[in-house]
């Protein structure tokens, strides 16, 4: 059963503009909410974070968004570059200290 | 800066044979998780080390797999009698807990390929 759910495997953005990646989850212990993302041959590097007690959470040109109503989150990036071309993960967990579930990932695809 | 090492990068083995797979944490860090990628999916959660006690172990990690961290430091991934179905990138992360953001760090994974 996949609690953490990405259904869009890849999307492509012009460069410049915003990419938006979305995700769902159905368990409600969730407390914490992660974005990793990608490369080949890489290990996932951490991207950003929100808390459940949030809905919105900004680093730069990254944000993510909660709606705990709809159990959904996403990942605005504004503006879209080429090097953010990757694989993106949404990840969950039920608190800060605890295993992280992660979705199928997004490929992310920035054109010229 | 050092980061999480993984050795081997990649492992090439036969059905039946055993594989150990090693991971370097970040020196400081006491958590010490190991996760399994296979095409198209996400990570997903094996086990996880406080220190040198393991505290959690997922279903997916059948009686042929064994991890250790026995000094709190480093930790081997043994997968004993391997299957085909092992086939698959295995990833290695640590973090410091408590602290205010659960950031686990990744190594770059062991690719395992069983023939």
């Known amino acids: 059963d996949q609690q953490v759910k990405q259904n869009s495997p890849s999307l492509s953005v012009q460069e410049g503009r915003i990419s938006i990646l979305n995700c769902d989850y159905t368990?409600?212990?969730?407390?914490?909410f992660l974005w990793y993302k990608k490369y080949p041959a890489e290990g996932p590097t951490f991207l950003i974070s929100?808390?459940?007690?949030?809905d919105k959470n900004e680093d730069g040109r990254f944000t993510v968004f909660l709606n705990k109503s709809a159990k959904h989150l996403s990942l605005h990036i504004v503006p879209s570059q080429p090097g953010d071309s990757a694989v993106y993960f949404c990840a969950a967990s039920r608190n800060r200290d605890d295993k992280i579930i992660f979705g199928k990932g997004t490929r992310l695809h920035i054109l010229p | 800066d050092t980061g999480v090492s993984q050795n081997p990068r990649h492992k090439i083995t036969k059905r039946g044979q055993n594989v150990t797979f090693r991971c370097d944490p970040i020196s400081e860090h006491n958590r010490l998780y190991w996760y399994r990628q296979t095409l198209g999916q996400g990570p997903e959660f094996l086990t996880y080390f406080q220190n040198e006690a393991q505290l959690e172990k997922s279903r997916l990690l059948s009686d042929r797999f064994s991890a250790e961290r026995p000094k709190g430091s480093f930790s081997t991934l043994e997968i004993q009698r391997t299957e085909q179905g092992d086939s698959a990138m295995y990833l290695c992360?640590?973090?410091?807990?408590?602290?205010?953001?659960?950031?686990?760090?990744f190594g770059p994974g062991t690719r395992l390929t069983v023939l």
């Open positions: 992360a640590s973090s410091l807990v408590p602290r205010l953001w659960n950031e686990q760090f």
């Open positions: 929100i808390s459940s007690i949030k």
């Open positions: 368990n409600s212990m969730f407390d914490y």
